[in-house]
């Protein structure tokens, strides 16, 4: 059973271009959420989606990101025209089912994809 | 606001004593409280999960505490090897059920 998997892992754009970030949950896994590492900083949450549905995206900035889950294939975050301060490690998540009612709770992790903007 | 604090100065122990780590929060009451291990480059991986009800949780050579009145969770590696070696990251409930809190994690370090 493959567990999540994101690609591109490594990602460098310059200033203005736009990145896309992929993500696959693990075989059965209806949930994903994205997050944010910034250097020497904790994950942040960014976005809740299940199956063609934004559940949360409270911690996604208001302009130039944006997060899909469509029915077939993977979910995609988007951020367009990246400035420096994009510049990080994304990791998705995914879930069988809504986190707090999972017999362990537990959110698997795919590797991350790091983002470098130039 | 929600906040979550952990050792950010690395803690270097010698194979074979126990490693404490300590997770404290403030301003809220999370339901529940996971623990984390993440190796340089790579996502984080899932270790254990406490709830409020729970005092303590083992599994192999893991335990963690959870003391709501302290507002404060432990971690513990017990017989540690250099294996265990990685940053280690508190993650309580967040404002919603599905969301977690990370900590900035606190880096561990077994010398053989």
């Known amino acids: 059973n493959a567990g999540v998997m994101q690609n591109p892992r490594h990602l460098v754009r310059r200033r203005g271009q736009e990145a896309r970030l992929r993500c696959s949950p693990m075989?059965?896994?209806?949930?994903v959420y994205w997050y944010r590492q910034l250097p020497e900083e904790g994950l942040k949450f960014m976005v809740y989606?299940?199956?063609?549905?934004?559940?949360?995206e409270s911690g996604m900035p208001k302009e130039r990101f944006s997060a899909e889950f469509p029915k077939e294939g993977p979910s995609i975050l988007r951020i367009q025209q990246v400035v420096r301060g994009d510049s990080a490690a994304y990791f998705c998540?995914?879930?069988?089912?809504?986190?707090?009612?999972?017999?362990?709770?537990?959110?698997?992790f795919g590797e991350g994809s790091r983002l470098t903007v130039l | 606001s929600q906040k979550i604090e952990q050792n950010s100065e690395a803690l270097n122990i010698q194979e074979g004593k126990t490693a404490t780590l300590t997770c404290n929060y403030t301003?809220?009451?999370?339901?529940?409280l996971q623990w984390y291990r993440q190796d340089p480059g790579r996502g984080p991986v899932f270790l254990l999960l406490?709830?409020?009800?729970?005092k303590e949780k083992r599994k192999e050579r893991l335990k963690v505490t959870f003391d709501t009145t302290l507002k404060q969770s432990l971690f513990h590696i017990t017989a540690s090897q250099p294996a265990d070696s990685a940053t280690y990251l508190c993650?309580?409930?967040?404002?919603?059920?599905?969301?977690?809190?990370f900590g900035s994690g606190t880096r561990l370090l077994v010398r053989p």
């Open positions: 989606l299940q199956k063609e549905n934004i559940i949360d």
């Open positions: 993650a309580p409930e967040g404002d919603s059920s599905y969301k977690l809190i």
């Open positions: 075989k059965g896994h209806s949930h």
């Open positions: 406490i709830r409020e009800n729970e």
């Open positions: 301003n809220y009451s999370p339901a529940y």
């Open positions: 998540a995914s879930s069988p089912t809504e986190l707090y009612r999972a017999n362990t709770g537990e959110l698997f």
